[in-house]
């Protein structure tokens, strides 16, 4: 079925109306701009263009294709009759390419998909919400072209076929009104293309989200096709939402060959969403429900943190520090970026080495379920490539493909199994952990792509751990990438009757009638938390600095350090951590509360620790009263520290 010229005119005029009514604003804005001959875009709300008229919501959806060209055009006028009303207005020039760009569409399963269309939908105007994985090179594309008749002379212009990817292929008679039945025609502009009939083109490639999968469910993918001022709009590992037209387009047919349908989205408008995805809108009464949490705990602070470190991971037993590490690398701490523009990463790493059946994985998986953009592997089957970013040929051509750090740009990434990597392969993650780039020279494609991620990661030791020799012995890593981990935890499943007793009843409990404790978060609840702390931006206070000053310098000048945890790294890590154990505590203000428990989480994770000793960070236990523990913890850091007079004033606010 075609649209009737009633119709079309309908169309452009209640268009053109709605244009002049709702947009005047950002057409004198597009008509003010020098340059003429760029391209313009309008985006328009769907919802709010539907509202105005039902009537073209139907045409709309029925013929896409169609209407796109229509409001264009109509776009066009307006602009013309908004020039002209305007004309006192100095500075104003007609802009020859205006493009109406729609976005907004109802959520509804009709319309917008986190899942690859179908050939079902061939025709339809979609929104798709995808991780873009591979973006190609810009080409020139030639999109119309002129033909003259050989017979007549007549001159005639076709156009290319998008189904053809792009190819020509000449009428099969002239087409001009004097019947001429001439077949043969000369291509007037194979010789030098007029810039008219070029455009800017650009394909990408997007996978559906990871996180959004069921497990055991490949990722599947599609091509979409940017023309214009959409070029360039998004680059590999972004989170977008692409609006356009599913497609089917084929190879010019051959002889002896089958012919390949492919589904293809014509883009319309991208909407680039990384910034949403950390801050997934948290809801207003969410946010008072948090308030008010905390409001219960007032003068008991500790104790409603640890309420939310039991809901962590509720399945592993205790592990008290292993889930505050772990808590406190999730909420991450604050991005600075000085005069010169140096950037100090505000995302915390995460290391945990532990003997089989420590429950690692546990925390790597839940981590993974918590954090809305999150990428889960295992180092087994991973290579740089696969890493990083990977340089693919198709047809001819070199693109590069995102791989699991790019992936889980702003996010987490978590690496199972993390001395599996062969050696050469682990190097590569050097760059992604401190400068948080990837600068990428493969196949003459030279970038640098973004990796803002967490990474936790978890590895056995090299057959028995030996407590008498560092870290990077036991667990063959080299010391330039064990200084990039913010926090090492150490696991030991060390002979302990007491502790094996209290966890066989604790698994055989679970196993009889799972019991449901009411005070813990659920996953949802879980989620949001950790998605609203993260728009905190808590300030160190001059205690807090003046704690983890001394306590760096003392760990420097300790006979047995460990040079490769010993670096100024260390420094960065300590202010990162208080600054996310400030945000888990809910409070914009880093305190001496906030030191004192990561100097004492730091020490579990060096070896042999100058203040409180040997600890096994497995096998800690939550505390009965999380206040007397605290005041421990005070007195032996702030007395190691020689800060007596700031341990009188915490022990007096505590006695308050």
Not at 279 to 301: C, G, M, P
Not at 360 to 383: C, H, N, W
Request: with cysteine; aromatic share 6%.
């Amino acid at each position: 079925m075609v649209l009737s010229s009633e119709q079309v005119a309908f169309i452009g005029q209640v268009f053109e109306s709605y244009a002049l009514e709702q947009h005047r604003r950002d057409v004198l804005h597009v008509l003010e701009q020098p340059d003429e001959h760029a391209h313009y875009s309008l985006t328009v709300n769907a919802m709010t263009l539907f509202e105005a008229n039902m009537e073209i919501a139907e045409l709309f959806n029925a013929f896409p294709n169609k209407v796109l060209p229509i409001f264009d055009n109509a776009l066009h006028r307006a602009a013309v009759s908004i020039l002209q009303s305007a004309s006192q207005q100095g500075g104003l020039k007609m802009k020859q390419n205006l493009h109406t760009r729609i976005s907004g569409l109802p959520v509804c399963a009709e319309l917008t998909r986190d899942r690859i269309p179908t050939c079902l939908d061939t025709g339809h105007f979609l929104s798709v919400t995808g991780t873009v994985i591979r973006t190609s090179m810009t080409k020139v594309l030639e999109f119309e072209r002129d033909y003259m008749c050989n017979k007549c002379k007549h001159v005639f212009s076709v156009r290319a076929e998008f189904e053809q990817y792009y190819s020509f292929s000449p009428p099969r008679c002239c087409p001009s009104e004097e019947a001429c039945s001439s077949f043969k025609f000369t291509c007037l502009s194979a010789s030098s293309s007029a810039p008219g009939s070029c455009r800017d083109y650009q394909e990408i490639k997007i996978q559906e989200q990871v996180q959004r999968l069921s497990v055991g469910s490949i990722p599947r993918s599609m091509m979409v096709i940017l023309e214009d001022n959409l070029v360039d709009s998004c680059k590999s590992g972004d989170d977008i939402t692409v609006y356009g037209v599913v497609m089917q387009r084929w190879k010019p047919l051959c002889q002896d060959s089958r012919c390949d349908l492919e589904i293809v989205l014509k883009a319309n408008f991208i909407e680039v969403n990384n910034q949403q995805s950390t801050a997934a809108v948290v809801i207003e009464d969410v946010q008072k429900e948090f308030e008010q949490f905390w409001e219960t705990h007032k003068h008991n602070r500790l104790a409603g943190r640890n309420q939310i470190l039991m809901s962590l991971c509720p399945q592993v037993f205790g592990m008290y520090v292993v889930k505050l590490a772990v808590a406190m690398v999730l909420s991450g701490g604050v991005q600075r970026i000085d005069a010169s523009g140096t950037k100090v990463r505000g995302e915390s790493h995460l290391l945990l080495v532990g003997d089989p059946g420590t429950g690692k994985s546990q925390f790597l998986k839940y981590a993974a379920k918590i954090t809305p953009r999150s990428v889960l592997t295992a180092g087994i089957g991973s290579t740089s490539a696969g890493l990083t970013v990977a340089a693919v040929k198709d047809s001819g051509e070199w693109h590069l493909e995102a791989g699991a750090l790019v992936l889980s740009d702003g996010g987490l990434c978590c690496i199972d199994e993390f001395n599996s990597i062969k050696e050469h392969d682990r190097t590569s993650i050097h760059e992604a952990m401190e400068q948080q780039t990837i600068s990428v020279a493969k196949a003459g494609l030279v970038c640098k792509l973004n990796t803002r991620t967490t990474i936790l990661a978890a590895t056995n030791p090299k057959g028995q751990y030996d407590p008498n020799v560092s870290v990077s012995v036991n667990v063959a890593l080299a010391s330039p990438l064990l200084s990039r981990f913010d926090l090492v935890l150490v696991l030991l499943d060390t002979r302990n009757e007491e502790w094996d007793r209290i966890i066989s009843s604790f698994i055989l409990e679970n196993k009889g009638a799972p019991t449901v404790s009411d005070n813990l978060w659920s996953m949802e609840k879980m989620k949001a938390y950790f998605c609203l702390i993260k728009t905190l931006q808590p300030k160190m206070s001059e205690e807090a600095n003046m704690i983890l000053v001394r306590y760096y310098q003392l760990q420097r000048q300790s006979d047995c350090r460990n040079a490769a945890r010993t670096t100024i790294r260390m420094l960065e890590s300590l202010s990162r951590l208080a600054e996310a154990h400030a945000r888990l505590m809910f409070r914009d203000t880093v305190t001496v509360e906030d030191a004192v428990s990561v100097v004492s989480v730091m020490e579990c994770s060096m070896q042999g620790g100058s203040l409180l000793g040997d600890v096994n960070a497995l096998h800690t236990s939550f505390p009965d009263d999380p206040c007397k523990q605290y005041r421990m913890q005070c007195e032996l850091v702030l007395e190691g520290l020689g800060l007596r007079h700031f341990l009188s004033e915490e022990l007096e606010r505590l006695s308050r």
